[in-house]
């Protein structure tokens, strides 16, 4: 086979076999077929499109090109949760333990913030002591034990994606959806779970800008998920505006905690849990019918089973689940800031992917894989969209080491003279 022969079929508008996809694969993980080419396979790829078995074929051979994690050895059934990435997503710290409490056993690989995006491993070392590289056997172990374990994905897992996507990055075709799909999926489907929900963001802080392009990705996902052979649901959700109030990783960890605590829904983040959750339950069989799930999940919040979950977890991934509890044994910053409107008004528009950045530029976030995080940085908005502020009235707060962020953040804001309404947050659905 030669590289030259199937880029040149690929922009031509042809359709690559599973032989030479794999073969392609391989090639590139070994170093035999070069970057440049890859990009231009890429590229062609971007614009002329792949059909579903070539979307198939393309994230088995991803997932096989390193470890896959099998998890027979663990009891019951296995759900898994992926978001496509947001600002102020701490879904999971407040999903998986709801969902472990309905007795789903959740056996999650989570990433590292990057950028104007949070990480859920990030966010996890804001407990005093938390290990997220546990090993397999003690991960396996915990799973049985208490039904849930949140590690860092290791470097064996899926290295094909991992220089595919580098070199996406600096040739432009990030945004090719059969790209998207084979590399999402390829790092779940090796992850092993049995039902695999998807949040697929939507909205000027998303990757997906628009509606349209949201549930198309959302129909890739679930296609190549339910050709594998795992049970699939995607929910495509609001990203023009932060989830909830919080940006930051101890802040999250503080307001996911008020959720699980029932002390807060911190905006549509609850409602959000309950719907990917009662698609975890119900398509793993531990519930009748997403109703009976959203009523059962409520109920892991109202009873604290929920909370004594995160608990569990934390204390069996050596961290300290004091914090569960007592929140000011979390990392907190030396100053906090007020960002006080400059006018009257009603909140339009917050600029969620600037927000991120905010809590980024604080130290909260990576500009490079190698940077140092500061956990206690952030922001929390204090106004979101459709809100009434009068002039002086504080929008956010920045919490930091110095007062430094308050005009950026104040810019993250548009106001408006006539009341605004919100749009609906659930956007759509695919089962
Ligand atoms: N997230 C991924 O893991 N891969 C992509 O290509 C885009 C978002």
Request: with cysteine.
């Amino acid at each position: 086979m030669r590289m030259t022969d199937l880029i040149a079929k690929k922009r031509d508008g042809g359709r690559l076999t599973t032989e030479e996809i794999e073969w392609l694969i391989r090639g590139y993980v070994s170093g035999e077929v070069p970057d440049y080419q890859m990009s231009a396979l890429c590229m062609a790829i971007l614009f002329r499109g792949m059909d579903d078995t070539e979307v198939l074929d393309l994230t088995m051979s991803m997932m096989r090109s390193g470890e896959t994690l099998d998890l027979s050895p663990i009891r019951g059934v296995k759900t898994d949760k992926h978001s496509t990435g947001g600002v102020g997503d701490k879904t999971s710290l407040v999903l998986c333990p709801m969902v472990a409490a309905c007795g789903a056993k959740i056996a999650k690989m989570s990433g590292r913030g990057l950028g104007h995006t949070g990480g859920t491993i990030d966010k996890l070392e804001s407990f005093p002591g938390f290990v997220t590289g546990i090993s397999e056997e003690r991960f396996f172990e915990n799973v049985n034990r208490i039904g849930i374990a949140i590690a860092g994905q290791t470097a064996e897992v899926c290295p094909a994606d991992k220089k595919l996507y580098a070199l996406r990055d600096v040739t432009g075709t990030v945004p090719s959806i059969p790209l998207i799909v084979s590399s999402i999926m390829s790092k779940k489907l090796a992850a092993g779970a049995d039902v695999i929900v998807l949040d697929v963001k939507c909205g000027s802080g998303a990757f997906m800008k628009t509606p349209e392009q949201a549930r198309e990705l959302a129909e890739g996902l679930t296609r190549v998920g339910r050709l594998a052979g795992r049970k699939c649901a995607a929910v495509i959700t609001d990203m023009d505006e932060p989830l909830g109030f919080a940006v930051g990783n101890a802040l999250e960890v503080r307001e996911a905690i008020d959720v699980l605590a029932g002390r807060s829904e911190a905006g549509e983040l609850l409602e959000l849990c309950l719907t990917l959750g009662s698609f975890m339950l119900s398509l793993g069989g531990l519930a009748e019918n997403e109703d009976e799930a959203r009523a059962r999940l409520r109920a892991t919040i109202a009873d604290g089973s929920a909370l004594a979950k995160l608990a569990d977890m934390v204390e069996a991934q050596y961290g300290d689940a004091r914090a569960v509890y007592d929140t000011s044994l979390l990392p907190a910053a030396a100053c906090v800031v007020e960002v006080p409107a400059a006018s009257a008004g009603y909140v339009k528009h917050i600029e969620a992917e600037n927000v991120g950045l905010v809590s980024m530029h604080l130290g909260g976030g990576r500009a490079t894989k190698e940077s140092e995080i500061d956990l206690s940085v952030g922001v929390v908005l204090h106004k979101k969209v459709g809100d009434r502020v009068e002039a002086g009235e504080s929008l956010a707060s920045d919490a930091a080491k110095a007062a430094e962020a308050a005009e950026l953040l104040r810019r993250c804001y548009t106001l408006s003279g006539e009341p605004v309404a919100r749009e609906p947050f659930i956007k759509g659905v695919v089962r």
